[in-house]
């Protein structure tokens, strides 16, 4: 039996029965297309939480300090000041993982500059704190290491301050700005870096050296935390490991003490971030093939029909010199042509609403060619499993109780 | 193939049916030779075991027991694809209800046995069928559906579809038995014509009048052949045609 007549056959009782070839299609249709979305969804919301991160330095280690226990109440990370510009020293001179190294003094102050005033984040750090966070300027430049020493009152500000301050076209370099009554020249702007994942503005920020931050606005010599970039990503586990030796000996602590500060890098947060969205997709793609299973019950269904149905068909073609094997391909070549092509719409339905959400929905999609594979394996896969059962049962017609079937 | 021995060859056959808990003897013992070139009615009351004869000649059903040749094969050691293949290589079936498939061309139906045939090459395919077709004078129906066709057409489409894989044997069950006299006597014709071109034909009626076309009539009874004998008065179906009264349908409807 030539595959060719048997594909002509199938051809040929199919095309005799659009209307339900189309509605048994239509299963798998929105299956298929139901897979591709959402995993184009999910695909979309992890890359973009990776490219966030990645925004932020992938390199970048941070050290918070850790949690203090008074008298048994335990206060929670960065409640205990424990960390200072010694242990940030330290780390320089002795961790070999690490490029640059920037502690960081923060405090949350109302800015006024002529008659707008504006509240927001006063970061102070040093000038490696901008390759660190991966910030890039606009316009002007960043404080020099003199500027730290002279704990100089000059500052970089984030484009959402500057337009708060100066207006969405003011020109902001050279201005002066008052921080807690404090005057501050601004020297440069810092490049849009726009959200985070978290929904944070990155640029409302406010950067100044460290040394000024600490001495004129702070006066502490505590920090909030110090930020490192590792020498390469391969090295962020051994710069944590380094890192966290150090402080430890710097702190003085024994063996069976806890640790006092707590070190993380962007790769650890990626990491959380990261599997969320896979058990995100993973989710949105199970029930996405459950449709897909449900059309393929949908497919047997309509195949039981179509065989009982043509049952004396069966019969005709056995008496005439069909084998059973010519009858279960036949079979097998109708169902697995409805899921095929069924898959074929469902892709490209799926690819068109991926990229509706995309458009109008705001969300990021990102169509894999992985997920369209998949996606079409599975619906193929579903329509010779589910088309087995009935093709089996046609191939099986004794052909004179097929041909005496009413 | 072996030009001394019969074509069809059955010895002692028979075939039991099961009906809940009784077992019932359509055949019992039955034993026929048939010759090439042959042309033999099968008659017999209802239940008298004619049409289950046919099935199992067809190789569409086994027997319960006993033997057949068909064409020197012994046709009960064959398995169930070479059954198939033998039906479509050797045996063309004819039936009461035509059997043809609706919605479908009548000459994709007289393709159908030619698709299930690898010799045949999909170029000679519809060249094959054309020709059956135009041998039972329907050449300008081929693209005709069966909803279109007359039962006596439709008999004719499937006369055709038992021809083109050049079969040894007809075997027609009740071939006439939904067609008025005209069609009937015309079918009778193109057996007949068929019959002289040296193709075998068994066929299973219970019309008296269409039996006398064939050559010999085999009688059946309760599962046994009672006569088989040649008929002596045969009629020819192009004269009968001749003698049919003409009606012409507007006198009738006024």
């Known amino acids: 039996m030539r595959i060719v007549n048997l594909l002509k056959i199938a051809y040929r009782s199919l095309s005799k029965n659009k209307l339900r070839v189309l509605l048994t299609m239509l299963g798998i249709i929105i299956g298929v297309a139901s897979v591709i979305a959402m995993l184009a969804i999910g695909q979309g919301s992890k890359q973009n939480i990776q490219s966030s991160v990645a925004s932020l330095g992938t390199n970048s280690i941070m050290i918070y300090p850790g949690s203090s226990t008074q008298g048994g109440v335990r206060m929670g990370a960065g409640s205990y000041s424990t960390l200072t510009k010694k242990d940030a020293e330290a780390i320089v001179a002795k961790c070999e993982f690490v490029t640059d190294v920037s502690p960081v003094v923060q405090k949350s102050s109302q800015i006024i500059a002529g008659n707008k005033n504006w509240h927001t984040m006063v970061v102070g750090g040093l000038s490696q704190y901008f390759s660190i966070r991966n910030l890039k300027i606009e316009k002007g430049n960043i404080f020099s290491s003199n500027d730290e020493r002279t704990a100089a009152k000059v500052c970089v500000i984030g484009l959402t301050v500057s337009d708060n301050l100066f207006g969405a076209n003011g020109d902001a370099v050279g201005q002066f700005i008052r921080i807690n009554s404090i005057p501050f020249k601004v020297i440069g702007v810092i490049e849009r870096k726009g959200q985070n994942s978290f929904g944070q503005d990155q640029d409302d920020i406010i950067i100044a050296p460290f040394s000024t931050v600490q001495k004129r606005m702070l006066s502490t010599i505590f920090l909030n935390s110090i930020l490192a970039s590792a020498t390469s990503e391969d090295d962020i586990d051994k710069a944590k490991a380094q890192i966290t030796s150090i402080i430890r000996i710097q702190h003085r602590l024994s063996p069976n003490n806890e640790d006092d500060f707590t070190v993380r890098s962007q790769a650890d947060i990626a990491n959380i971030f990261g599997s969320i969205s896979r058990i995100m997709t993973i989710l949105l793609a199970c029930i996405a093939s459950i449709s897909l299973v449900v059309g393929g019950i949908g497919i047997m269904n309509i195949m039981l029909v179509s065989v009982t149905e043509r049952t004396r068909e069966i019969g005709i073609r056995m008496a005439v010199g069909a084998r059973g094997r010519d009858v279960l391909i036949q079979f097998m070549i109708e169902s697995v042509f409805i899921s095929v092509l069924g898959g074929l719409i469902g892709i490209a339905l799926g690819i068109l609403i991926s990229m509706l959400v995309g458009k109008f929905g705001g969300w990021p999609v990102v169509i894999t060619g992985t997920s369209i594979i998949l996606a079409f394996a599975f619906s193929s896969a579903v329509g010779m499993f589910f088309g087995w059962y009935p093709a089996r049962k046609a191939a099986s017609l004794n052909p004179i109780d097929a041909l005496r079937y009413e | ?254």
């Open chain 2, 1 to 254: 193939m072996n030009t001394d021995q019969p074509l069809i060859s059955v010895k002692n056959l028979s075939k039991a049916y099961k009906m809940g808990d009784i077992e019932f003897l359509a055949l019992r013992n039955v034993s026929l030779d048939i010759e090439k070139g042959a042309f033999a009615a099968i008659m017999g009351p209802s239940g008298s075991g004619k049409s289950t004869f046919m099935n199992l000649l067809g190789c569409l059903d086994a027997p319960t027991k006993g033997e057949y040749l068909l064409d020197g094969v012994n046709v009960l050691s064959l398995g169930k694809n070479q059954l198939a293949e033998l039906r479509n290589r050797k045996i063309g079936f004819i039936f009461q209800s035509f059997n043809i498939l609706a919605r479908t061309s009548a000459i994709e139906n007289v393709e159908l046995p030619m698709l299930y045939n690898n010799s045949v090459k999909s170029k000679e395919r519809r060249e094959k069928a054309m020709n059956a077709l135009k041998s039972v004078g329907l050449a300008d129906r081929a693209q005709h559906m069966p909803s279109q066709l007359s039962g006596g057409q439709q008999q004719r489409v499937a006369i055709a579809r038992s021809l083109v894989n050049d079969p040894l044997v007809i075997m027609a069950d009740e071939p006439t038995g939904n067609l008025d006299t005209r069609s009937s006597y015309e079918i009778m014709g193109i057996f007949q014509q068929l019959n002289d071109k040296g193709i075998t034909i068994v066929m299973v009626t219970h019309e008296l009048d269409i039996a006398q076309f064939a050559r010999s009539n085999i009688m059946f009874r309760d599962g046994q052949i009672v006569s088989n004998t040649a008929v002596n008065a045969r009629k020819i179906a192009k004269d009968e045609l001749i003698k049919l009264p003409v009606i012409n349908p507007s006198e009738v409807l006024t």
